[in-house]
């Protein structure tokens, strides 16, 4: 599964999580990221 995040808005701050699954599609762990966009557009892919 692919992810694709976008953000075009200046001096914003994002925060999106990823979730690490076992075999049977359970989440085991949680990872919360921070991004801080100053300006133009910022691209994450994942």
């Known amino acids: 599964m692919?992810?694709?995040?976008?953000?075009?808005?200046?001096n914003t701050?994002?925060?999106y999580n990823t979730d690490t699954t076992d075999a049977n599609g359970c989440v085991t762990a949680r990872t919360t990221h921070v991004v801080e966009v100053v300006g133009g557009s910022?691209?994450?892919?994942f």
């Open 13 to 15: 701050t994002y925060t």
């Open 42 to 45: 910022w691209t994450y892919s």
């Open 2 to 10: 692919r992810y694709s995040v976008t953000i075009s808005t200046p």
